[in-house]
């Protein structure tokens, strides 16, 4: 056999090989053994995803919030459960505790960092000037940095720190969840700057979003499950507060430019996380569309099975059902006797709104099982499989 065919022959089966082990591979990864194993959930946001770090700091959220299915107040701004509560309840781990929230708390399976108010970045108002938290989403990082390392320093004492407190190694299996951005851009708004304005300051709360997930890598997590922001123009805390002229008021009946920079910013967060999966090449990084479903859901209540869509189910008076000065759960004066600010629709399992500001955990649940199965997330996988690249 002469020299040049014995070479084409040589390089005909190195080409077979490589696209044999090509194939493989693509099998291997397609066949990861399946459902993934998150031993813990740490959380960092806002109210969305608040499960007691705000009552715990500022006061409790007190009755009727948590009525439907705690039964009594739980550290939640909604008549019962929040997304991040189908989401640990999916994945087999307890409900997650707030880590400002001492009493009664047990970690051993994570940590929820939100507090109701917060920011991405830091406000430069006072919690009773603005409403919002000084717990901004760099004070979350810094307080998970703290209770990474402390937790494994007490665990090692034994007895009830054993119990308590996540296994060093979950910290680097852990799912690590964030809801947080709406408050940035409420903020604005409510400091009277226009939509520009506004939108002006997204790349700056974005570029401090990226230096906390960066930092979060960098203590060893891999896993990470970032919500974009809601319609928040569809809110009646915004559309009490927020002037806009009537042709600015979209189809549905919400403010317009307010969802526009939402859009504006969820666009931009979409473009950080390919960026981080460029910059984190051992995370995997889903991205999910909270936005879309959330407006869906409002534009067709009554397809979904919902009655009331932009009323506050818990509130007292007003075009919405909200008044700003007193919120669900407060008090006002009626004949001379002080009333409790309760329900005033029947049954929220029939309203989205629960008090102006947050979702019912009937709108809860109908999120959650849209994307639980990775319908509304990029790469589309099911939360179970969000730690497999792809």
Not at 16 to 38: D, M, P, R, S
Not at 49 to 67: K, V
Not at 122 to 136: A, C, E, K, M
Not at 171 to 187: H, M, P, R, V
């Amino acid at each position: 056999m002469k020299c040049g065919k014995i070479i084409v022959l040589l390089l005909a089966l190195a080409s077979t090989l490589v696209v044999v082990a090509w194939c493989e591979e693509i099998v291997e990864q397609n066949t990861l053994g399946g459902e993934c194993k998150f031993p813990a959930i740490f959380n960092f946001g806002d109210s969305n995803s608040d499960t007691g770090g705000f009552s715990a700091t500022f006061g409790q959220a007190g009755p009727p919030h948590g009525e439907t299915f705690f039964h009594s107040p739980a550290g939640r701004y909604c008549d019962g459960r929040l997304i991040i509560d189908f989401i640990a309840q999916s994945l087999g781990l307890p409900y997650l505790s707030g880590y400002l929230d001492a009493v009664g708390s047990n970690f051993s399976h994570g940590a929820n960092f939100a507090t109701a108010g917060s920011t991405i970045r830091p406000q430069n108002t006072t919690l009773h000037q603005s409403g919002f938290s000084p717990i901004s989403l760099n004070i979350q990082s810094y307080e998970f940095n703290d209770f990474q390392r402390r937790s494994q320093t007490f665990r090692q004492k034994g007895n009830v720190f054993k119990d308590l407190l996540p296994k060093g190694e979950y910290f680097s299996k852990a799912l690590y969840t964030f809801d947080i951005g709406q408050n940035d851009l409420t903020a604005g708004y409510f400091l009277n700057m226009s939509s520009d304005q506004v939108k002006a300051n997204i790349p700056d709360v974005l570029g401090q979003f990226t230096t906390v997930v960066k930092d979060i890598y960098e203590k060893g997590g891999r896993y990470f499950w970032i919500h974009n922001t809601g319609p928040f123009g569809c809110l009646p805390y915004v559309m009490d507060r927020v002037a806009v002229k009537s042709s600015e008021i979209d189809k549905v009946g919400c403010t317009g430019p307010c969802n526009k920079v939402a859009q504006v910013f969820n666009q931009k967060l979409k473009e950080v996380v390919v960026h981080l999966r460029k910059k984190l090449p051992h995370a995997a990084i889903t991205y999910v569309d909270i936005y879309s479903l959330k407006y869906d859901l409002i534009s067709h209540a009554r397809k979904y099975g919902f009655e009331q869509s932009l009323r506050a189910c818990c509130g007292h008076g007003g075009k919405y059902n909200y008044n700003q000065h007193v919120s669900c759960g407060g008090k006002v004066t009626v004949k001379g006797k002080q009333i409790l600010v309760g329900k005033a629709c029947k049954d929220p399992s029939l309203a989205i709104n629960w008090d102006g500001v947050h979702y019912t955990e009937a709108a809860n649940k109908w999120v959650f099982d849209r994307i639980v199965d990775g319908s509304y997330s990029d790469p589309p996988i099911p939360l179970k499989m969000a730690c497999h690249k792809i």
